[in-house]
């Protein structure tokens, strides 16, 4: 096996003393990082970058910096999970899905079992796509190249009908938040027109609405607000301070590894085509909650929910450095920033790189698994630490959250009007809430919307108004019908019934 | 539509106090440091008006790291990417950062696209022109294990198809790539299906993926896939070849590709790289930052960075660079509006 061989050259790279020091230095900073909502990994290994420009004289300094650099990443993407169950504002978008159980499972007491199951499946998540990196990387690579505008959007429909079709909000409902998201996504610059679309000569709405500005105000401060209204309750939460909890959570999740494996499964899918983690988690939940023989209590503080979204955002998260890698396209923010990082080295990600920089690649490769150990290692130890939060009084928790909020929506652009923009939100995400409607397909609609708009009309350009190209050929196709399946899941499985009964 | 404009001229006015005690201080303290009177006294912000991982970001998180690496610099550079509305977001930026010395902008095309194109409030000449840096070539590709093996045949291919047969794919709309696709298509009279996409690097990859037929990527975005045997250069737009001589694949340099020009398509068109500072700034100010750059194009590391991308690497400052933008602005305006891409008034 050559590629076992390469690993092991790679283990020998990366296991230096050093290497583990940088290790863990990046996983701790990229927890911090992580937990600040508005840093974010991309912020985080950006600021950092220039600390690696020294390093990266030497083909030695090039591995030690790349795994500083990605260690920072592993971390960022554990401790995104973190605020998401504690506080329901999750800090990265492929968070969001995170918040459906884990949030609950919090304020029933039980936020050291959640937070444990987040960071042990997204350790599975990850070990999964690193396997699937170190043996099928070429093939990998090439499967990526098949996927043109009308395959995106098979993709990104494939995830919203998914939606639609598996809420527990009535249907209509979901839909008219996803609508609401898709406008808000449209705002800004129209990429195939190169028009300004619903700016109204505002140059603060030419960026469009950021994800992260509306996530921290509809999530954030839409629950802060609901608490406020249900009374301040001056008493904090009774929460186990012990590590006794992280053990017994192990105990459980064995149960659930089918629900990890598929998890794992789409997460590597949707990393490689690359449709990204955010997707990727949605489509984790919403497949987990059809096929667990405890779908009904989703939602209400289910661990398995906590497992789905994890284990397939961090798959995914992780097999998107694939693509970057070998095709020199960044699957998220962060991988745009380590590319930037690459090049500054003297290294082009492209086909080249797996034939001329062994050493590197392999580095790399044997430093994520040797990361993710390390990552679940200290997460895992402060399972307690941050459990604990949750006993402070809410009157003094809530400030400081508000404060975190404040500083996270301003962090994002250094822009006074987004800290304003995250109340206008925080006040959407309360009346969303006491109307009884979904803010998750919101959220989608607005990650996802303008991408999906600019594939679709990318795929009407080029198949000139034909909208078959959808069903061109079996790649496209196949996508494309599941997600029709998907969307009229409800009346196509009662119609059945019906037909049976 | 300001808001923030009262802010940020309390602050800036801040800072111009705080300046001037700088400056006195140097001045009086440092008679003994012959070469600059002014000095960045805080980080300096690097404005990159595009997304990250595009040719601009590629650039300007490169001088970030020549600048730490051979520590030219006492304050540090920090890059922020401002992509909104095609770089207006960027632009209006650093115009409202008037009198700003701790603010620098590197521009592409979209400094004349996106004013002409949106209709934004916004002209280069509200900003302080630094240094032409180097200008990025466009080169015309096409999938390697496609028949055509100069620019005449594939052009001869495109017309033979009739229009709306072959796709052309470009980085955004109404935007450089774009512009070189209707000037191609007034030469030889085809007509292609322009994709727009949002990043060179994707461009690149869908025409690997054979998604789209032909591009137009600059040399540096598409230089992997070419040493890979994935895609074929057929002729740079400019009229004269690339002077790199140095092989990049196993057969071909840079230098081998003809011009477009001796293949019978008389379309020249380079891309500025350069630095701008806001308005209002004083002559001390922009000094340093001139004899910044020079300093990093004396690097070793610059020179390979050029020669990568194929840049060309014509460098002007001052006077000669303000007369270089007005030519290019009237060019730009007159090729948009022969392609119909000027905003509706």
């Known amino acids: 096996m050559e590629e076992i061989n390469s690993l092991m050259h790679g283990f020998a790279v990366a296991l230096t003393p050093m290497n583990l020091g940088l290790m863990m230095v990046g996983i701790v900073l990229g927890v911090l990082i992580g937990v600040l909502p508005g840093l974010g990994g991309a912020n985080g290994v950006a600021i950092l970058l220039p600390l690696t420009f020294a390093m990266g004289n030497t083909p030695a300094g090039q591995v030690s910096a790349i795994i500083l650099l990605s260690c920072i990443y592993w971390g960022a ?16 978008p492929w968070s ?11 304020q029933q007491g039980k936020a050291g079992e959640a937070l444990t199951a987040a960071f042990t499946s997204s350790f599975v998540g990850a070990f999964i796509a690193v396997l699937m990196i170190t043996f099928l ?8 190249l098949r996927f043109g505008p009308p395959e995106f959007f098979a993709v990104y429909l494939l995830t919203f009908c998914s939606f ?3 809420t527990k909000s009535p249907p209509m409902k979901t839909v008219a938040a996803m609508m609401l998201g898709f406008a808000l996504a449209a705002v800004g610059l129209d990429t195939v027109t190169g028009q300004l679309r619903l700016t109204f000569g505002f140059t603060e709405l030419l960026k469009g609405f950021d994800f992260l500005i509306a996530v921290i105000g509809l999530f954030g401060i839409g629950e802060i607000l609901l608490t406020i209204e249900e009374g301040l309750d001056f008493k904090g939460m009774t929460g186990k301070m012990k590590m006794k909890v992280v053990i017994e959570t192990w105990k459980q999740l064995p149960k659930y590894w089918k629900t990890s494996l598929r998890s794992s499964l789409i997460g590597c899918w949707m990393g490689i085509t690359p449709g990204g983690a955010t997707p990727a988690s949605f489509m984790g939940y919403g497949v987990a909650k059809k096929f667990s023989p405890n779908g009904a209590s989703f939602g209400k503080g289910d661990i398995e929910g906590v497992i789905a979204p994890e284990t397939a955002a961090h798959a995914a998260g992780t097999s998107a450095l694939l ?15 380590l590319l930037g990082g690459l090049l500054v080295w003297g290294l ?12 590197f690649v392999w580095g790399l490769i044997a430093s994520m698994y040797l990361g993710n150990i390390a990552g679940l290692i200290v997460v895992l130890t402060t399972v307690p630490f941050f459990a604990a939060i949750l006993r402070i009084p809410f009157s003094i928790i809530a400030p400081v959250i508000l404060v975190i909020c404040a500083i996270g929506a301003f962090t994002v652009h250094s822009s006074m009007f987004d800290v304003w923009l995250m109340v206008v939100f925080g006040v959407i995400g309360y009346v969303f809430k006491k109307l009884d409607y979904p803010l998750a397909p919101l959220v989608l609609a607005l990650v996802l919307g303008d991408r999906a708009e600019d594939a679709f009309r990318q795929s009407m350009l080029s198949s000139q108004g034909t909208v078959t190209i959808f069903f061109s050929n079996a790649l496209v196709g196949s996508i494309t019908t599941l997600a029709l399946l998907m969307l009229f899941w409800g009346p196509l499985s009662s119609l059945i019934k019906r037909i049976r009964g | 539509m300001h808001k923030s404009g009262p802010t940020q001229n309390r602050l800036s006015q801040f800072r111009r106090t705080l300046l001037a005690g700088a400056i006195a201080a140097s001045i009086g303290l440092g008679i003994s440091a012959p070469s600059l009177a002014w000095e960045p006294t805080k980080s300096v912000e690097f404005v990159v008006p595009a997304g990250t991982g595009g040719g601009a970001d590629q650039m300007a998180r490169f001088i970030q790291g020549v600048v730490t690496k051979h520590n030219l610099m006492k304050q540090s550079l920090i890059v922020v990417n401002k992509s909104g509305g095609a770089g207006a977001e960027g632009f209006l930026d650093v115009k409202g950062a008037v009198k700003d010395p701790h603010k620098i902008i590197i521009t592409l095309s979209n400094l004349f696209t996106t004013p002409l194109a949106t209709g934004i409030p916004f002209n280069w000449k509200d900003l302080t022109p630094v240094q032409m840096l180097a200008l990025d070539q466009f080169v015309l590709w096409v999938n390697a294990e496609t028949p055509y093996k100069t620019a005449k045949e594939y052009t001869t291919a495109v017309k033979a198809a009739g229009p709306s047969k072959f796709k052309m794919g470009g980085t955004g709309s109404k935007q450089e790539d774009q512009i070189i696709t209707v000037a191609i298509e007034k030469l030889t009279g085809d007509k292609f299906i322009y994709i727009p996409y949002k990043g060179g690097g994707e461009v690149a990859v869908q025409l690997v993926g054979k998604h789209v037929d032909s591009t137009v990527n600059n040399p540096i975005e598409a230089v992997e896939q070419w040493r890979a045997g994935k895609l074929r250069p057929l002729c740079v737009f400019d009229d004269k070849v690339m002077p790199y001589n140095a092989k990049v694949t196993a057969t071909q340099s840079w230098a081998d590709i003809p011009t477009c020009k001796s293949q019978g398509m008389d379309v020249d068109y380079q891309m500025l790289r350069g630095i701008f500072m806001p308005g209002g700034v004083t002559k001390d100010q922009v000094a340093f930052y001139v004899d910044l750059f020079k300093k990093i194009q004396a690097t070793p590391d610059w020179k390979e960075f050029m020669e990568k991308g ?4 014509t460098s002007l400052t001052g006077d000669e660079f303000v007369k270089w933008l007005t030519k290019e602005e009237l060019r730009h305006q007159s090729l948009m509006a022969e392609a119909g891409f000027l905003a509706k008034k």
Do not use: C, H, R
Request: aromatic share 10%; net charge negative; charged share 15%.
């Open chain 2, 310 to 313: 194929a840049f060309d690497p």
């Open chain 1, 348 to 359: 082009q990600p492209g086909p080249m790189l797996f034939e001329e920089k062994k050493d």
């Open chain 1, 137 to 144: 990387a070429p093939l990998v690579a090439k499967f990526a």
């Open chain 1, 77 to 92: 993407l554990f401790g995104g999970a973190i605020t998401s169950i504690l506080f329901n504002i999750p800090g990265e």
């Open chain 1, 164 to 166: 639609v079709g598996m």
């Open chain 1, 96 to 106: 969001v899905a995170t918040t459906f159980d884990g949030y609950p499972m919090a």
């Open chain 1, 323 to 337: 693509p970057m890698l070998t095709l020199g396209i960044p699957g998220s923010p962060t991988a745009a920033v």
